[in-house]
C-alpha cells in the first residue's frame, strides 16, 4: 500500500509528462525519511535536516523547490496512509518546458511518497552485511556535489550491480587517493582499540544517521585510508534506510557483529523511537494532522 502526495494534495498514481526533464536526465532531488511508531503515536525522524539538505539540492540544481510544501506533503502523506513506521520519498523534479540543458523556467514537481518500511539490506541490518570494494569510484564533489540529485545514483547503482554479481550485499566506494568514501546508501565507520571512528571523505553524503551516531557515540571523524579500515576491529554503515547496520565481511576479511557497533544500535533504535528522552527534539509528531 503506498500513499501518494502530489503538489500539494493526495493523489492517485499520477500521470507525469513522458518528456518529464527528471526522465530524461536525472534533474532531481529526493530524500529517504523514517516514520517510527512511538508511545505517543508515528513520528517523523529529523525531517528538518532532511529538508535542509533538500534546500542544499535546490539550490545547487537552480531549482525552486517549495521546501514548506513539502513538509506538509511528509505529514498529510502520513497521516492518509494510516501507517506507524513508514519511508518517506519526497522527490522534486523538473518537468515540462523543454528538453534543453538550460533548465531556467521549467515546471518544478513536487511529490511524497508513503509506503511500508521494508529494509534494504534484510537481514543483514541484524547478522551483518558482505561488503565488496568497488573498482567504480565515487563521483567526485568537483563533478556533481554530494547531495542527494537523483542522477548521481547511477554512479551508486553501477557498484551496487558489480557487487552483488560478485555475490556480496553492498559496494564501498574509495577515492583515487586510497581513502574511503561512502557505501552505495551509507556512511562508514569503524572501532578500534574501543574508540569510534566516523570516516570523513569530501565526496561522501553529509549523512543525517552519520551526524546522529556521532553525537550518540562521541566518535571522531576524519579521513581514513582503505588499510586502516581493512584492520578495523569492527566496521558498520549508517543510513536512514540501513539506521546501524555492522558490517561480517570486507573483500576476503571476515569480521564478526561488534559489541560496540551492537550498542550503537540499540542507541539508535532508541532515539529514533522516542525512547531517548535527551534527543526527543529529533522527532517531528506526524499524529498532529491526524483527524
Ligand atoms: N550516502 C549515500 C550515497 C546515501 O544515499 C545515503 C542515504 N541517504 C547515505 C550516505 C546516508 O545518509 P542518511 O543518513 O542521511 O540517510
Not at 133 to 138: G, I
Not at 223 to 238: G, K, M, Y
Request: with cysteine; glycine share 10%.
Amino acid at each position: 500500500m503506498m500513499t501518494i502526495w502530489m503538489d500539494g494534495h493526495l493523489a492517485g498514481e499520477e500521470g507525469v509528462s513522458p518528456l518529464a526533464h527528471g526522465l530524461h536526465y536525472g534533474t532531481g532531488l529526493f530524500e529517504g525519511i523514517r516514520v517510527y511508531p512511538t508511545t505517543e503515536g508515528p513520528a517523523i525522524f529529523r525531517l528538518e535536516d532532511h529538508l535542509q539538505r533538500m534546500g542544499r539540492g535546490a539550490e545547487a540544481l537552480g531549482m525552486a523547490v517549495d521546501l514548506n510544501l513539502l513538509h506538509r506533503g511528509c505529514l498529510e502523506a502520513v497521516a492518509a496512509s494510516g501507517l506507524e513506521a513508514a519511508y518517506l520519498r519526497p522527490l522534486a523534479f523538473y518537468e515540462t518546458g523543454g528538453l534543453g540543458l538550460d533548465v531556467a523556467g521549467l515546471k518544478v514537481r513536487h511529490l511524497v511518497a508513503a509506503m511500508p518500511w521494508k529494509n534494504h539490506l534484510g537481514e543483514g541490518e541484524q547478522r551483518g552485511i558482505s561488503v565488496r570494494t568497488s573498482p567504480f569510484r565515487r563521483v567526485s564533489r568537483e563533478a556533481i556535489p554530494p547531495l542527494k540529485l537523483c542522477g548521481i545514483y547511477v554512479n551508486s547503482i553501477l557498484a551496487k550491480l558489480e557487487a552483488t554479481r560478485a555475490g556480496f550485499e553492498e559496494a564501498l566506494f574509495v577515492d583515487v587517493e586510497g581513502q574511503v568514501v561512502e557505501c552505495t546508501g551509507e556512511n562508514v565507520f569503524f572501532v578500534k582499540d574501543g574508540r569510534v571512528v566516523a570516516v570523513e571523505s569530501p565526496h561522501a553524503l553529509p549523512g543525517i544517521t552519520r551526524e546522529t551516531v556521532m553525537t550518540l557515540s562521541g566518535a571522531v571523524s576524519r579521513p581514513v585510508p582503505l588499510e586502516e579500515l581493512r584492520d578495523a576491529d569492527e566496521i558498520f554503515v549508517t543510513g536512514t534506510s540501513a539506521e546501524v547496520t555492522p558490517v561480517r565481511q570486507l573483500d576476503d576479511r571476515e569480521l564478526g557483529v561488534g559489541p560496540v557497533t551492537l550498542a550503537l544500535r540499540s542507541a539508535y533504535l532508541d532515539a529514533v523511537h522516542g525512547r531517548d528522552e535527551a534527543h526527543r527534539g529529533w522527532l517531528t509528531p506526524a499524529f498532529q494532522v491526524w483527524v
